[in-house]
C-alpha cells in the first residue's frame, strides 16, 4: 500500500514531542511540512527557544550541528545529513595553516580575531571561539564585524571570501584574500579565507546586464554570497529573508532578478519576479531531502530507533558555542 507521506507526516508530529525545521532552499513540500522556517539565523534563534526536546532539521549538516551546539540537550535528526560545497572549504587544518600564513606575513595571532561565516563545520567555530571569535550569517555580518573590530584586531574571515569582501566594502575597510593575489594581511582589516558558494556564483555581471536590457528599470536583488563584482552592480544586497522581505515591498508591476537559490526564488511572488541566471541556481545538497526522508526520519523516533542523529563531542560544543553564544548576544 502507497504510504500517504504528507498525512502521516502530521500524524507523527501531531503525536512526537518533535519540531520540524526548514531552511527557505529545501523543496516546496518540505518547506510546506516544516513548523519552523527561516533563515539560518532565524532558525539558530527559533531553534534555541524551542521546547520539543526532538529536532527534525531539514538543511545542510552545519545548520543541525548549530542546533545541536546551541541546545546540546536537544536529540536533532536530520532528514539527510548533506553537506554545504562552501562549508566543506575548510576544517580545522586549514584554518590553523589561514593563521600561520597571516603570522608569517608578520601580523601576529594575537593581532587577528577570526569570524566565522555560519556555514561552516562545529569544529571550524570551535577554533574560532577558542581564539575569542565569533559567528555572523549573511543577515548579521555587517553588524558582527563592526563589533569584531571594537577589539582594535584584524578580522580573518572564513570560509566565504565574497562574503567577507562584500561587507569589507559596503563598510569601506581594505580586504584581501589569502592565496589570491598579492595578499598582505599588513595591508588589510579584514582577511578573507578563500572559500565561496558554487551555486552563488552562478550569477555573474553578464547576466546583470542581460536583464537590464532586457527589462529596462528591472532591479537586481542578490544574496552577499554572490561575487563582489555582482553586488557592487546589484539595487538591494540581502540574506534570505531581506531578499524576501525587499521583493514584498516592492510594487507588484516593478520586474526584479533575484540573485540565489532557485527554490527560495521560485516561491517568491509568481509575477515579475526573474531567477538572475540562464541555469538553474539550485543548491544540490539542500534538495537531497525529500518527502519520503522526512517520513521516515520521523518514523525512526516512533520506533525508538531514531535515525541520522548529529553528535558533536563536548569539547567541540563547549568552544563553538562561545562562538555562536557571542553572535546570538548580539541584537
Ligand atoms: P542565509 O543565511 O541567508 O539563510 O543563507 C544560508 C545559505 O546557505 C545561503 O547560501
Ligand atoms: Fe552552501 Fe551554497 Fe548551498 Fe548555501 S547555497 S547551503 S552556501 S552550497
Not at 134 to 154: D, F, R, W, Y
Not at 225 to 237: G, K, T
Amino acid at each position: 500500500m502507497e504510504i500517504d507521506y504528507r498525512a502521516e507526516i502530521e500524524r507523527l508530529k501531531r503525536e512526537l514531542p518533535v519540531t520540524v525545521v526548514a531552511h527557505y532552499y529545501q523543496r516546496d513540500e518540505v518547506f510546506e511540512a516544516a513548523d519552523i522556517t527561516g533563515d539560518s539565523l532565524e532558525l539558530a534563534r527559533k531553534c534555541k527557544a524551542d521546547e520539543n526536546p526532538w529536532v527534525v532539521f531539514c538543511g545542510v549538516g552545519f545548520m543541525g550541528q548549530s542546533v545541536k551546539v546551541i541546545a546540546p540537550e536537544k536529540r536533532v535528526l536530520m532528514p539527510k545529513i548533506a553537506c554545504c560545497a562552501m562549508a566543506r572549504m575548510i576544517d580545522g587544518s586549514y584554518f590553523d595553516d589561514t593563521v600561520e600564513y597571516i603570522e608569517r606575513h608578520g601580523v601576529s595571532r594575537e593581532e587577528i580575531l577570526p569570524i566565522t561565516y555560519i556555514n561552516s563545520d562545529a569544529t571550524v567555530k570551535a577554533k574560532v571561539g577558542k581564539m575569542g571569535g565569533l559567528v555572523c550569517t549573511s543577515s548579521n555580518a555587517v553588524k558582527i564585524i563592526e563589533k569584531g573590530l571594537e577589539s582594535g584586531k584584524k578580522i580573518l574571515f572564513v570560509p566565504d571570501r565574497c562574503l567577507g569582501q562584500n561587507v569589507a566594502n559596503a563598510m569601506g575597510l581594505r580586504s584581501c584574500v589569502v592565496g589570491e593575489g598579492e595578499c598582505d594581511p599588513k595591508e588589510a582589516d579584514v582577511i578573507c579565507f578563500n572559500g565561496f558558494c558554487s551555486v552563488h556564483q552562478l550569477f555573474t555581471p553578464d547576466d546583470v546586464e542581460f536583464y537590464r536590457k532586457r527589462y529596462p528599470g528591472i532591479k537586481i536583488a542578490v544574496h552577499p554570497e554572490c561575487d563582489p563584482s555582482v553586488v557592487a552592480l546589484a539595487d538591494f544586497v540581502g540574506s534570505t529573508s531581506q531578499l524576501i522581505r525587499y521583493v514584498n515591498s516592492l510594487d507588484p508591476e516593478q520586474k526584479v532578478a533575484v540573485g540565489t537559490e532557485y527554490n527560495l526564488v521560485h516561491r517568491m511572488r509568481p509575477k515579475n519576479t526573474y531567477v538572475l541566471s540562464s541555469t538553474k541556481p539550485e543548491c544540490p545538497t539542500m534538495n537531497e531531502t525529500t518527502l519520503e526522508d522526512l517520513y521516515l526520519t520521523l518514523k525512526s523516533i516512533e520506533e525508538g530507533k531514531p535515525i541520522n542523529e548529529i553528535f558533536v563531542d563536548e569539547e567541540t560544543v563547549h568552544y563553538a558555542r562561545l562562538a555562536l553564544d557571542r553572535m546570538l548576544e548580539i541584537r
